[in-house]
C-alpha cells in the first residue's frame, strides 16, 4: 500500500490540471486498483446533485439529529453505525428546541430512539466494540434492544467486532435516516458520546456540563459532521446495508437477521430529488443548493477481508479508497493544503505532503496537543506513555516537512485552547477531533478517517470527496471556500465574511497574531521533543495496527 500511495502520487503529478469532479475524483479504475481488483458495485463511483449543510461542533449536529429523529413515523427507518455511542447523551441539552422548551432528560439518545421504536420506526444500529471499548456498546444496545420491532425478535442494536485486530475497530460515525419520504446522512467526525457536546463557543458552558464527562476532562471539543441529502445519501445507506449484511455474524449472542433493501436505496436520482418536495417548510437544507459531486471513499483491511472472511459482500479484498484518493487530491494542490486531526502522524500520506511542498505556498496544520492523552492517578502520579507516543510519533511523521530549512517556512501547525489561557494543559485544551483535509479552496476530504496508520489501512472508516461543480474554485461562493471561512472564523474569533480570510494563505499571519495574543482559540503547536521509548512505541503499536496484506 505504501508503494501504492507513492507510485499513484507521482503518476497524477505528470498530469495536467484538474478542471472538474470527474478529474479530482478516482475514477473507476482508480477505485479498482484501491479495491484490490474488485469492481465497486453498490456504491456509486460518485454522485452529482447533491445537498450538504455542515454542522461545525456538536450543537447543530445533535439538534439536527433530533429533529431527524423526531420527525420519523412508522414505516421509516433509521441505520446508523458508530465508533462510540452513549445513550445518556441528551441531545437537546439546554432544553430549547426550535424555540421551544423541552425537558433535556426526554432528549437522550436513548429516549429519541425508543420513543420512535414505539411509533414503528425500523433500527438498524452497528456500535464498535473492540480491546479498549469492550463493553460501550453492550450497554448501550442494552437500552435499546428491548423495544425494536419488526427484527421477528432480533436485535436491531448490536456490538460489531467485524473489524481487523483486538485493537482495531469500526470507526465511522454515520447516520442515515428516512423521514417524509426522504433520506438525510450524517457523516463526520463526532460520535454521539461522552465529552463530545460542545458549542462554536467553546465557554464549558452549563450544556456542556451537563452531559456525560470524558475521563480527561478537556475545556472543549471541536468536531463537525456533514448533513448530506441526495444520491450521496443513498450511498451512504447502501454503505451501512452492506455492513448489516456481512456474511459473518456479529459478536455473539448479538443477531443481525436480513432485512429487505428499502426502496429509497435503489431509487433514481429523479426521484431522490423529488422526495425534497415532501420535506416542505420542515426542510432542514434550507437555500442549500443540490450542486455538489460526491465521492464516497472508504478504509476497510486488506487482512479482515482475506483471513477472517469480512466484508466478502462489498469489499472481499479490503479497500482503500481513502488513501489513493488522498494522493489524488495531495497531487494537485497548487497554493496551499489544509490538514485537520487530532494525530498528524501517518509517515507516507505526510510524506505525500512533504512531496508537494515545493509547488505551493503553504501547508496548514490544526493538530490537538500530545498531553490529550496523559493521565493523572488519584495520587497524582502523572501517567504519560501515551503523550510521549504523540510527541514522538508526531515529530517524527513532520521530518519530511520541516528537513529543508527554506521550505519548512511554508509550514504552519496550530492547536485549540481556552482564550486567555497562559498555557496548554488538558484544563484548557481544546480537543481538535475535525477531520477536515482540502486544497486551494477547490476540494476537500472530509469525514472519519483520521492522519494515522489505523485511519488509512486498517478500520473501517467512511469519508466523502466534496466538489463544487457550479462554482469556480476558490469563489466566494464555492463550497469550499465557504467551508473554509467557517471553521477558520471560528478557530481566529472573527465573522467568516471578514475580508482578512479571502486569500487562505496570506491570511496565515492573521493565525500566528490571534495565537500570539490569546484572545481567540487558536494556538501555535511546538510539541515537546521526546525520545523514542519503548513504552511509546508499545502504544504506538497498540492502537496503531496496519491493515494492509503486503
Known amino acids: 500500500m505504501g508503494r501504492f500511495l507513492a507510485s499513484f502520487f507521482l503518476l497524477l503529478c505528470a498530469t495536467g490540471a484538474f478542471a472538474s469532479y470527474s478529474d479530482w475524483a478516482l475514477t473507476d479504475a482508480e477505485l479498482t486498483q484501491s479495491r484490490g481488483g474488485s469492481v465497486r458495485t453498490s456504491v ?107 427484527t421477528g425478535g432480533n436485535d436491531c442494536c448490536i456490538s460489531d467486532v467485524r473489524h481487523n485486530g483486538f485493537s482495531g475497530a469500526i470507526h465511522d460515525k454515520m447516520w442515515t435516516i428516512q423521514r417524509n419520504g426522504s433520506i438525510v446522512a450524517f457523516m463526520g467526525s463526532m460520535d454521539v458520546t461522552q465529552g ?125 479508497s481513502l488513501s489513493a484518493g488522498f494522493a489524488k487530491m495531495v497531487s494537485q494542490a497548487k497554493r496551499y493544503i489544509y490538514l485537520c486531526d487530532q494525530f498528524m502522524f501517518f509517515p507516507e500520506a505526510l510524506k505525500l505532503v512533504a512531496d508537494r511542498l515545493p509547488y505551493v505556498d503553504a501547508v496548514i496544520i490544526m493538530t490537538t496537543n500530545g498531553i490529550a492523552f496523559g493521565t493523572t492517578l488519584p495520587a497524582g502520579i502523572q501517567i504519560d506513555y ?55 479552496d477547490a476540494y476537500m476530504i472530509v469525514g472519519s478517517s483520521g492522519m494515522e496508520l489505523s485511519g488509512f489501512t486498517n478500520d473501517v472508516e467512511c469519508s466523502v470527496g466534496i466538489y463544487d461543480s457550479t462554482h469556480d474554485e476558490g469563489s466566494k461562493d464555492n463550497f469550499v471556500t465557504q467551508f473554509r471561512r467557517r471553521e477558520w472564523s471560528e478557530y481566529l474569533g472573527i465573522n467568516a465574511t471578514d475580508p482578512r480570510l479571502e486569500d487562505p494563505v496570506s491570511s496565515v499571519k492573521l493565525w500566528y497574531s490571534v495565537a500570539d495574543s490569546g484572545t481567540a482559540f487558536v494556538r501555535r503547536y511546538e510539541p515537546k521533543q521526546v525520545p523514542s521509548s519503548f513504552m511509546a512505541d508499545m502504544v504506538y503499536n497498540f492502537y496503531e495496527l496496519d491493515g494492509r496484506c503486503t
Open 386 to 440: 501515551a503523550s510521549n507516543m504523540r510527541y514522538y510519533y508526531f515529530n517524527k511523521a513532520m521530518e519530511p516537512l520541516l528537513k529543508d530549512p527554506v521550505l519548512k517556512q511554508k509550514v504552519h501547525v496550530f492547536q485549540l485552547a481556552k482564550p486567555g489561557a497562559d498555557h496548554v494543559d488538558i484544563s484548557t485544551l481544546i480537543y481538535n477531533h475535525a477531520k477536515n483535509y482540502y486544497v486551494d
Open 44 to 150: 456509486s463511483v460518485f454522485t452529482s446533485g447533491n445537498r450538504i449543510v455542515p454542522l461545525i461542533d456538536a450543537e447543530p449536529f445533535f439538534t439536527q439529529l433530533y429533529r431527524a429523529i423526531e420527525s420519523t413515523t412508522a414505516g421509516d427507518w433509521i441505520h446508523a453505525e458508530s465508533f462510540n455511542t452513549n445513550g445518556a447523551m441528551m441531545l437537546i441539552p439546554d432544553g430549547v428546541f426550535d424555540g421551544v422548551k423541552v425537558d433535556p432528560a426526554t432528549t437522550t439518545l436513548t429516549e429519541t430512539l425508543v420513543r420512535a421504536l414505539k411509533r414503528g420506526v425500523e433500527a438498524r444500529l452497528m456500535i464498535n466494540t473492540n480491546g479498549y471499548l469492550p463493553t460501550e456498546a453492550i450497554k448501550f444496545c442494552h437500552t435499546v434492544n428491548p423495544y425494536c420491532r419488526n
Open 196 to 320: 463530545r457536546y460542545d458549542t462554536s463557543r467553546h465557554d464549558n458552558g452549563p450544556a456542556r456540563r451537563a452531559q456525560p464527562a470524558e475521563m480527561n476532562l478537556f475545556y472543549g471539543w471541536h468536531g463537525n459532521t456533514f448533513m448530506i441529502d441526495g444520491p450521496a445519501a443513498r450511498d451512504a445507506s447502501l454503505h451501512l446495508y452492506d455492513r448489516w449484511h456481512d456474511p459473518v455474524a456479529p459478536w455473539k449472542p448479538y443477531k443481525s437477521p436480513p432485512f429487505k433493501m428499502p426502496e429509497l436505496l435503489t431509487a433514481d436520482d429523479v426521484t431522490l430529488a423529488n422526495s425534497r418536495k415532501l420535506l416542505g417548510a420542515s426542510d432542514p437544507f434550507g437555500a442549500a443548493a443540490p450542486n455538489l459531486n460526491v465521492q464516497l471513499l472508504r478504509t476497510a483491511a486488506c487482512k479482515a477481508a482475506q483471513k477472517s472472511k469480512l466484508y466478502q459482500n462489498w469489499a472481499p479484498h479490503g479497500e482503500y
